[in-house]
């Protein structure tokens, strides 16, 4: 069912609001069942796993993070989609997986796939998450959807104008991102100031 999800939203990003001021630091961070990394942590990850353990879902998404970020993408997304086949529509835990699948699959350099995750990361929410308007406009500045990102740069200005006005400031912003994204995002910055669009 997700994977039909996945693909309507293949085409397009939620409808675009004027303000994004709310915090979703349930979703918007790493999830892990296990502190630390390396193959002890893997393996305890997979007993929880096979277990079928109360955090089992924890320990899958964690481990299809790890897959991603040792080259093992075809594993990772596997995981990823079991995980996602087996958690309810409205489960908690659901929109974090996918905000979290959409970085690795940022980082394994498929903008236009993690564009897919981080929209569904949103869709059906009450909340406008902050983390959306630099998050979405980077993916679709490297998915070459300039136009759009720009969009979505915009909201972010208009939300925190001091804020997001000045990229010296990204790297307090944006701890979580690497130089590479954040420099991907004073891509997107200069093309705003350039030309920065009107709202609606």
């Known amino acids: 069912m997700w994977l039909l999800a996945s693909m ?11 303000f994004y001021f709310d915090d979703d630091a349930r979703v918007a961070t790493p999830i892990v069942a296990i502190a630390g990394e390396g193959d ?4 305890r990850l997979l007993q929880l796993i096979d277990r079928n353990a109360r955090n089992a879902d924890q320990a899958r998404a964690q481990l299809a993070r790890a897959l991603m970020r040792s080259g093992r993408e075809e594993t990772g997304r596997a995981m990823y989609a079991q995980l996602l086949d087996t958690l309810p529509a409205r489960a908690p835990m659901r929109s974090a997986v996918h905000w979290n699948y959409g970085w690795d699959l940022y980082r394994a350099g498929k903008p236009d796939d993690a564009l897919t995750q ?6 059906g929410r009450l909340i406008k998450p902050s983390w959306a308007p630099p998050t979405l406009a980077v993916g679709l500045w490297r998915a070459g959807r300039r136009d759009e990102a720009v969009q979505w740069y915009a909201a972010a200005v208009r939300t925190e104008p001091q804020a997001w006005s000045d990229p010296a400031r990204f790297a307090d912003l944006l701890p979580g991102w690497t130089d590479a994204e954040r420099a991907a ?5 200069t093309a705003w100031r ?3 669009p009107t709202w609606p």
Do not use: K, S
């Not at 293949?10 to 004027?18: D, G, I, K, L, S």
């Not at 995002?185 to 910055?189: C, D, I, K």
């Open 8 to 18: 309507a939203y293949a085409q397009r990003m939620p409808t675009m609001a004027e």
């Open 118 to 123: 981080w929209a569904l990361a949103i869709d």
């Open 40 to 43: 002890e942590v893997h393996g």
């Open 185 to 189: 995002l004073t891509e997107v910055f």
């Open 194 to 196: 350039a030309n920065p």
